[in-house]
């Protein structure tokens, strides 16, 4: 038998490994599950973790409410497929609460409204370990971010007091409060992803292939015209064939110009693209350490 | 294709982010809008050309001061390999970083200042290398553009950098002549040193072999969860979830299982719905034991044939990580694989001043000291010997406290 793991195989049995430590370190983790491809293959990688038996933790999903439709069609017969259970903490209930203010203006996105919604969630559910799809080539902030990263009671990365990580042992050891936020595919880059999906054959939302759709360019970018995107009358509404790279909510998710319609496409055009997946997000734009600031305050 | 993970060891000053960034940069690997960024940022080369150091550089107190704090992490591929480089910082009190970048990595690129030679920081980083227990080694001798790309100035480097090496044990070492500025003998071969009959960084970091050793005789299994359906139609399923740390298991071999000392045989091996006939090193499965006996994690299945030290009372290599000192009167915890109990360090035997490799006498250990102690566990550990097996030799002290890693053990023997 030849003793070579494949890069994938290596990927995935890392992945596996720090699922299994999740549930053998902490009391009450949870699996943040937002719909896009990364949360997508962590469900993949729980069942290979352990099943027949059920995921030690349920899913959580932050919902804007400006969700693509089709995410959460997907979600919903995803969870009849797996059979497991679903929290979803929405950030109307934040806004209806008084929690966090609306934006204005024509960029406004409920994207940072989030985290809000995201760190009271955590608290009324006590969550010890928060599960997440984030990867470390996805940006300069993450790429320093350890696989187990401590956030302290007001859910704060602080990056100058990160826990020394060595070998394969993840110290979970926390206070009461405290939680930690666990990223089983930091290693995996975006093409990784998407050569697992289709070595997997798993699933995806429709939006991540080509489509017709209704756009508007803003700031150089392509972006779903929809009831949620505050439009004026220098907005041009076209239809364009287009398709998704991240999926995030319809405010802040751009979409890019594309005929890639099967799996395969997807990854010719991603191995040759020139345009990093976060260049799609608007919200990484505003500032070089956008990411950093937004993760020291308790997102994702 | 296979994946290589490294680190690269030197300091600010020796041009490691930049040769970091040069290897991303000529293997194409540098997307357009992280370009553009690049072109937008102010920091420039003297000669204006981009700084190609910014591309590693991660967090803003390291973009202000323009030095790399923590160990991050870069991605790339060509069509031969994956490789994830941990890029530590080489400053001396960021010791702990490289330690930690260290304890992952298959392969160390030390750099070298053609211009100042092998100085007291090689030393320091070849120590923690050898220490570390990274098999294979890349010396780069860089700003070879500075001294004229002399063969006389390399040739010097060398001979001092082999007496280095046999004196830390360090046994499989490549030397290459560079300049990551100018990207000599970086990706593509230099034509300013034609004496140079080696290869290019990038082709030795491609073809070069890492050996992972995947005997049955250092067959590890750790328990990580123990997967229990108690569903009426799996009602008697019980399967151990893991990863194989070291070696390979196949159905029908006999294990015993650490620390309790029961024995049975593999009687099926599982991945979701595969069910395949071994499983090594680095694969994660859930085995099916014969016999119905009590594991739970922290446990560790080995093969019967070779077990692994037991013992609570160990010698070991010991970096301190954290700014509190050792406390030898606390107790502390030790993580060794999925395992955690609790611990003291019985003795310090000594500290290495990590500059000149000379042996100290002294009790206090601080942070970024490194040496030999002697710890006691509550409970016994199974573990291989550091130097023999890597991922069944290595553990961490937790100051529960804190709950911080505050130290790194390299478990060297057990102590009667």
């Excluded at chain 2, 060509?78 to 009190?93: N, S, V």
């Excluded at chain 2, 070991?316 to 993580?335: E, F, G, K, N, V």
């Amino acid at each position: 038998m030849k003793h070579q793991l494949d890069y994938l195989d290596e990927l995935e049995a890392e992945a596996i490994y720090i699922l299994r430590e999740v549930a053998g370190q902490f009391e009450k983790p949870a699996l943040l599950f937002s719909g896009g491809k990364d949360s997508i293959t962590l469900v993949r990688l729980a069942e290979k973790a352990f099943r027949p038996g059920k995921f030690p933790f349920p899913l959580v999903h932050i919902d804007t409410g400006h969700n693509f439709a089709e995410t959460i069609e997907y979600r919903d017969a995803m969870m009849k497929r797996i059979g497991e259970k679903l929290i979803v903490g929405y950030v109307q209930d934040s806004i209806d609460e008084g929690k966090v203010v609306e934006q204005k203006g024509k960029n406004a996105s409920r994207n940072a409204l989030q985290t809000v919604t995201l760190l009271d969630t955590i608290a009324k559910y006590q969550f010890d370990a928060c599960i997440g799809g984030a990867r470390r080539d996805e940006e300069k902030a993450r790429a320093k971010e350890r696989i187990f990263s401590v956030r302290d009671e007001f859910g704060q990365w602080d990056p100058k007091r990160q826990r020394p990580e060595l070998w394969n042992i993840f110290n979970g050891k926390i206070h009461k409060g405290e939680n930690v936020r666990v990223f089983p595919i930091s290693n995996w880059t975006e093409l990784d992803v998407w050569n697992y999906i289709r070595r997997e054959k798993i699933e995806l939302p429709t939006i991540y292939f080509a489509h017709e759709r209704e756009v508007i360019t803003r700031n150089g970018q392509l972006m779903a015209a929809s009831p949620f995107l505050n439009m004026d009358e220098q907005d041009v509404v076209e239809k364009r064939n287009v398709r998704f790279r991240t999926v995030g909510d319809m405010t802040c998710t751009a979409a890019v110009e594309s005929y890639a319609f099967q799996i395969d496409d997807i990854i010719d055009e991603i191995s040759a693209s020139r345009i990093s997946e976060r260049g799609a997000r608007m919200d990484d734009k505003v500032s070089e350490a956008a990411m950093e600031d937004r993760k020291k305050g308790g997102y994702f | 294709m296979d994946i290589l993970k490294f680190i690269t060891a030197g300091s600010v000053d020796d041009g490691k982010s930049t040769l970091i960034g040069r290897l991303l940069y000529d293997s194409e690997s540098i997307l357009l809008d992280q370009l553009e960024a690049l072109q937008r940022s102010n920091r420039k080369n003297d000669d204006g050309s981009i700084d190609l150091a910014i591309l590693t550089d991660g967090l803003k107190a390291e973009r202000e001061q323009g030095i790399t704090i923590d160990v991050a992490y870069k991605y790339f591929q060509t069509e031969k390999r994956k490789f994830i480089i941990a890029d530590t910082p080489g400053h001396i009190q960021y010791t702990r970083n490289m330690v930690t970048g260290a304890s992952n990595a298959n392969l160390a690129i030390i750099l070298i200042d053609a211009r100042k030679g092998v100085i007291e920081q090689t030393i320091r980083h070849s120590f923690l290398v050898s220490l570390l227990g990274i098999s294979q080694v890349v010396v780069c001798i860089n700003k070879m553009d500075m001294v004229d790309f002399s063969e006389d100035v390399y040739d010097k480097i060398v001979a001092d950098y082999k007496a280095l090496a046999e004196k830390v044990g360090l046994k499989h070492v490549h030397y290459i002549p560079v300049s990551a500025l100018k990207g000599d003998n970086i990706v593509n071969k230099s034509f300013n040193m034609s004496w140079y009959k080696g290869e290019s960084l990038l082709h030795l970091l491609e073809t070069i072999e890492v050996k992972v050793d995947y005997s049955r005789a250092h067959a590890r299994f750790p328990v990580q969860w123990v997967i229990r359906p108690q569903t009426e139609e799996l009602h008697d399923y019980r399967g151990y979830a893991g990863r194989v740390s070291s070696g390979s298991f196949k159905v029908d071999d006999k294990v015993t299982v650490l620390p309790s000392g029961f024995h049975s045989s593999i009687s099926k091996i599982e991945l979701l719905d595969e069910e395949p006939a071994e499983a090594f090193a680095g694969m994660s499965v859930t085995i099916h034991l014969k016999d119905e006996i009590d594991i739970s994690r922290g446990d560790v299945l080995v093969n019967s044939s070779n077990k692994p030290e037991v013992a609570q009372l160990i010698e070991a290599d010991l970096c301190w990580m954290d700014t509190r000192p050792l406390d030898t009167s606390l107790m502390y915890l030790i993580q060794h694989n999925s395992k955690v109990t609790r611990c003291k360090i019985q003795e310090v035997v000594y500290k290495v001043n990590i500059n000149t490799l000379e042996k100290e006498f002294s009790d206090d250990f601080k942070l970024n000291d490194i040496g030999r102690i002697v710890i006691k566990t509550a409970e016994a550990l199974a573990f291989d010997l550091y130097q023999d097996n890597k991922a069944n030799g290595g553990a961490i002290i937790i100051d529960s406290r804190t709950n911080v890693t505050v130290g790194a053990l390299m478990l060297r023997a057990a102590v009667d």
